[in-house]
Every structure is written in C-alpha cells, then in structure tokens.
C-alpha cells in the first residue's frame, strides 16, 4: 500500500518541471492507466506553459519512432511516455535505432511497484533496465517515500541536458493512481507488501496433507479456475464433478460458458451486491491456475477469512495478495492425491438462488441494451464448442468475465494476460487458427485492432476462418470504467483516438467480408451469416463513445441495490 506522504501527481510533476527546466518541451503519450499520474500532471503543466506539446498516440512502436525523428528534426531530447507492461518493449525499435544514430530520447516509463512483480499481477512485467544495451543510463525511481527521493529524483533528471542518446526512467506508481478520488484501489485493498510467503515455509508434501484435512473439516468450499489450457481443464473436469462446494470459474478457465450446476457464473457483478455478500461465507478456497481477471473476485480472495489454496503446474506465483498455500504439483497428480471434497455447505441453495436473481435481472438487461457487455455477451452465445474464442485485453476480457450468463457451448478460450498487452492481438489470434485448426472469433476493441493492423497481412496462415469483431467505441472506453474517465484530459490523453477508424476500407483493402452492427436487431441479422460463413470476415459493432459505458456502471449500481 501506498503510505507515501508525496502522491503520485505531485511526483510525477516535479519530475516533469525538471525535464521542462531542462530544456525538454515536446513530450509524447500513449495512453494508459499505469501512466496516468504522468500523463495528469502534464497536462496541467501544459495547462500554463505553452512551450509544452503533447503529442498522442495508441500505438507505442510508432510513437517511439514519432518522438526519435521529432529529436533528430530538433536536435533537442524529446520525452515518450507510456504505461507499464509490452506497452514498453513496443518502444525497443526506435529506442535502437535513436541509439545507433545518437538521438536523444527520454523513456517515462509507468510501472508498479515492486511487490507486484513476479506475483501474477496484471499487466506487470520486469521492466527495469529493459533498454540496458541501448540507453546512456537508467534509473529505476521506486515508490517515492520522501523529501530525500524527491531530491534524488530532481538531481537525476537534471541530466538531461547532456544527454546524447536514450536514457530510461522507470518510474514506479501505486495505486491511487488518479488525484481526487479517495477511492482505495485494487492494490489497496490486496496490499501488504511486507507479507511473507506462507508456501515457502512448509514443504509440498505437508501442504497436500493440510489441504486434504482442510477439505474434509470445511463446511463451505468455492473452487475457484483460474487460467487453464483445454488439455488441463479436460483433466480437472471429472475431479471438479465429483466436488461439492461452488464454482467461480475466469473467462480463461475454459470452464466459464457452461460448466458445473454449482457455478457463480456472475460472481463478479453479484460482489457489488451487499445482500449477496453478506450470504457468500467460504470457509475454503481452492484455486486452480491463476491471473484473474476480475479485480473484485482478486479483492475478495484477498480480504476473505477462509484459507486460500492456490495449485499451480509450475511454481510461480499467481496470488497477488501473498496469501494464497501454493501448491505446485500437476493437476494429474493433483486428481490423484487429493480426493474432492464432499463439503456440506447448508446454505449452498441460498447463495445459488441470490446469484440466479442477479443473473435474471442481468439477463433482462443485458437483452435490450446495446454496450460492450451485452454485444460481447451475444456474440458468445452464437459459438459452438468447436470454435476458438480469442478475446482482446481491454473492455472486451473484463465484460465476457464480468457478465457473460451460462451457456450450453465451451468453446476453447484464449486470450494474451500473461501482460495483458493491446498489441499482437490479431497475429496471436491468427497463430490460434494455426495450432488448433479451429475457426477463430476475436473480439477486441477499436484501438486494439489499429495497433495490430499489419496483422491482417497474416490472414493467409489461418488454417480455418478467422472472425474479427470489434467493439467501435472510438478508443479506448475502458477508462471511462476508471477515474480516468473524470479527468479533464480523458479524451485527449486516455479514450483517444475518435474517429480514426474506418473499418469497411480496412475490409475493403484486406480482402475480408465486411459486417456492420448498430443495435441488437442488425447484430442477431448478420451474426448467423458471419459465423457460419467458409471466408474471414470483419464484424464492426459501433457504440457511441462512452454511452456504453455509461449504461454498464448504471447498471452495476443498479445489482448494488437490487434486493435478492
Ligand atoms: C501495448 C499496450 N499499450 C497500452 C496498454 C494500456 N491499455 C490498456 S487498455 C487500453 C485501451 C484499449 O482500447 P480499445 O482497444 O479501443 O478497447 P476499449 O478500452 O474501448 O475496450 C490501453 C491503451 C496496453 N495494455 N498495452
């Protein structure tokens, strides 16, 4: 938890006031939440001195490249930043080439503290001294914790001025991570970066035991799947048929379409409900893989009083929040040694019968408004068990995880969260038709795609057609989720870019079929055909700007009220 006494924006901007005294005054933004602190104070910064330029753009590998020319052009350091995770490495190309040629650059780089590297943490990489090879200097500016590190941080970027090639500032930010929210965060909420790790004190086989007395003497166990491949959820089926308890299952756990009659489809949006709550009591928590999506369910695994097991095929830890006994076996063994739980959990009935009158109420809803939730939820319901779902990071993973009802269907599921990067989506969907020989429907935002357009030039691999659909929402609407979405620079620095994207001539110059929906109605026309037909096709949904948005948090304060 972060117990600075200098927040993030105050940080962030007298880093910047010292790049500017330096002589910086071009300063180049890709969007991102990590970021935001930077991207905040800069813009209040150019607020009152007209020098600055910000220049903005979604793709990092081209803004890297934007900002070396501009340098070159000016003879002057120009300054990028970005947020945390691949977002960085898609700077790696300019960042070689403005070395090679001696071009100043100023790498900002967001990035999470420590604590949350190496613990399964979203969208958390190794970042420090990434460029090493091709940087004058980096500097790793850890969570500022006092006048002294300000100092330090001044006198370090006070350098600027004679540098001649990249140099790399990583700078650390925790959560809050917009001014004037008060609200406590993920990181909050999990947080404990003192925690010790509980499994590195006990060995394997004793941990087994315990979980295998633990699953006895509890009364009320929710199973929890997180990330697992076909091949080991097929494994875990029998094991997990034969348990008594509840089922949450993530959207890349290849159990959360159809699965088990003990299943909280909608866990995550039933959290928002105190009723809800106040019936769910696991005395038991047993995790299979890990990286969840939803933050909720990471909040409540963290705070809840049960004992948490997390079992894992290899040993790296998945649990954020430090607090998970990891046990490191293969599920095969796992089946083997550990006999399901035959739990009595009394009031299992009630807490199935709370989440089916929020999946009612969600059902009702969802079927007559037209948002990312609900595109992303209809569009899934039309797949069959052999298709390959692909799923872009950003709005489209968190809404079919958030509010995607039951299904009939499991189709394979796959998607990019080892660092929850927006690049690459459409090759790595691409690849996927390749190695599974299945029909492949990528759902992904509109900024998503642009960053991976060149990718279209890879359609030729897919071994079966490849459906893309994106979620027009012009830009990236995620961050009208979060505080972002409050700030004055949320259209320029955050959702941009609108209206950049005119996805019938992408089709057009790609050879793809080309697909247009703008309510429920012409998405259930064309739906059948998109998916059914022998070529690649393009699907564009187009929303308005942030209604959507607007729609899906009215209707999660409406779950918050709703009486079960
Ligand atoms: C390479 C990379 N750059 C930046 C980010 C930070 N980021 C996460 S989501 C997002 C916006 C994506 O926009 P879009 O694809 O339009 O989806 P939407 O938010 O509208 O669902 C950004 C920029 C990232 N995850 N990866």
Known sequence: MHTSSINNVVWARALLDTLRASGVTDFCVAPGSR???????????????????????FDERGLGFFAMSLSRSRGEPVAVITTSGTAVANLYPAVIEAWESCVPLVLLTADRPDYLIHCGANQAIEQQHLFQKHTMYSHNFTLPTSQE???????????????????????????????????????????NTARADISSVTSQDDLVQQLKQHLKSSQRTLF????????????????????????????????????????????????????????????????????????????????ASARYWLVNERDINLDPSRRAYRLTLSLADFCKQVSPALSRWEAKSVVLQNHESIAEDVRTNLSVQWHEASIASTVASELTTQDALFVGNSLAIR?????????????????????????GLLASAV???????????????????????????????????IKI?????????????????????????????????????????????????TEHGSLRAVLGTVLSSPEHALLECKIDGDAGVERIKLLMTRLQCLKI
Request: glycine share 8%; charged share 15%.
């Open 224 to 303: 929890v799947l997180g990330g697992l491949l076909p091949r080991q959820a097929a494994m875990l089926a029998p094991w997990l048929g034969r348990a008594d308890g509840l089922v949450f299952a993530d959207i890349n756990s290849q159990f959360r379409f159809g699965g088990f009659d003990n299943q909280l489809h909608l866990l995550d949006v039933s959290l928002l409900n105190p009723q809800f709550i106040a019936a769910f009591n696991p005395d038991c928590i047993v995790q299979f893989g890990g990286r969840l999506v939803s933050k909720r369910v990471n909040q409540f695994l963290a705070c």
């Open 35 to 57: 970021s935001a602190p930077l991207a905040i104070a800069l813009n209040e910064l150019a607020q009152c001195d007209a020098q600055i330029a910000i220049h903005t753009h």
């Open 469 to 517: 659909v994106v979620l027009n929402n012009d830009g990236g609407r995620i961050f009208g989720m979060l505080p972002a979405g409050e700030q004055t620079a949320y259209e320029s620095l955050f959702a941009m870019p609108p209206g950049q994207s005119d996805f019938l001539n992408v089709a057009r110059q790609f050879s793809l079929a080309y697909f247009c929906a």
């Open 149 to 191: 590190m300000l100092r330090h941080q001044q006198h370090t970027v006070a350098g600027v001025k004679s540098v001649f090639r990249p140099i790399h500032l990583n700078c650390q930010f925790d959560e809050p991570l917009y001014p004037e929210n008060g609200h406590p965060g993920a990181t909050d909420a999990l947080g």
């Open 399 to 423: 809404m079919l995880d958030s509010w995607l009802p039951q299904l009939d269907i499991q189709p394979a599921v796959f998607s990019n969260r080892g660092a929850s990067g927006i690049d």
């Open 431 to 465: 690849a996927l038709s390749h190695g599974t020989c299945r029909q492949v429907v990528v759902l992904l935002g509109d900024t998503s795609l642009l960053h991976d357009l060149n990718s279209l030039g890879l359609l030729s691999k897919a071994r079966k057609p």
